[in-house]
């Protein structure tokens, strides 16, 4: 089980444990009445190409900068509890946790459009790239699905 820290946003390359990262959001607030969480994980198949590894760079303190203004912003514009943000950086197998945020609110609803908002936001301006290892070689991912 990996130990949950006080900060709310993480840069990591060990994996996470979302149940862990759910009961820490958990005990910020008695008033929070909905979690929503986004769990990305590596997946086998892009643009039909298999592919056999992920591996995730990034601009140190500039990417982690990035991902506390979107957690600041989620929680100022949708009117949110609390949000926490990790993200997976180095080698990532198939099938293992890549990102995760958690957004807690009073009620489903912002939580809800704080989080797909916060995903979004987070592939459109965050400096994380991904490279993908296919059987045609080596692919670093220019877009955002």
Same mark, same amino acid.
């Given at each position: 089980?990996?130990?949950?820290?006080?900060?709310?946003? #993480?840069?990591?390359?060990?994996?996470?444990?979302?149940?862990? @990262?759910?009961? +820490?959001?958990?005990? /910020?607030?008695?008033?929070?009445?909905?979690?929503?969480?986004?769990?990305?994980?590596?997946? @086998?198949?892009?643009?039909?190409?298999?592919?056999?590894?992920?591996?995730? @760079?990034?601009?140190?303190?500039?990417? @982690?900068?990035?991902?506390?203004?979107? #957690? /600041?912003?989620?929680?100022?514009?949708?009117?949110?509890?609390?949000?926490?943000?990790?993200? #997976?950086?180095?080698?990532?197998?198939?099938?293992?946790?890549?990102?995760?945020?958690?957004?807690?609110?009073?009620?489903?609803?912002?939580?809800?459009? +704080?989080?797909?908002?916060?995903? +979004?936001?987070?592939? #459109?301006?965050?400096?994380?790239?991904?490279?993908?290892?296919?059987?045609?070689?080596? /692919?670093?991912?220019?877009?955002?699905?």
């Amino acid at each position: 089980m990996n130990a949950v820290t006080e900060s709310k946003v #993480r840069i990591q390359k060990e994996d996470f444990v979302v149940t862990d @990262e759910i009961e +820490a959001m958990k005990k /910020v607030s008695r008033n929070i009445g909905g979690i929503v969480t986004f769990l990305g994980t590596g997946r @086998e198949l892009s643009k039909g190409e298999n592919i056999s590894q992920l591996n995730f @760079e990034h601009y140190p303190q500039m990417a @982690e900068k990035k991902l506390e203004e979107i #957690r /600041v912003k989620a929680i100022e514009d949708y009117k949110i509890i609390d949000m926490s943000i990790i993200h #997976r950086i180095g080698e990532i197998e198939i099938g293992e946790n890549i990102v995760l945020i958690v957004a807690a609110g009073e009620h489903r609803k912002e939580a809800f459009a +704080a989080c797909e908002w916060a995903i +979004a936001e987070l592939k #459109r301006t965050t400096p994380i790239w991904k490279r993908e290892t296919t059987s045609n070689g080596e /692919v670093w991912v220019q877009d955002t699905p």
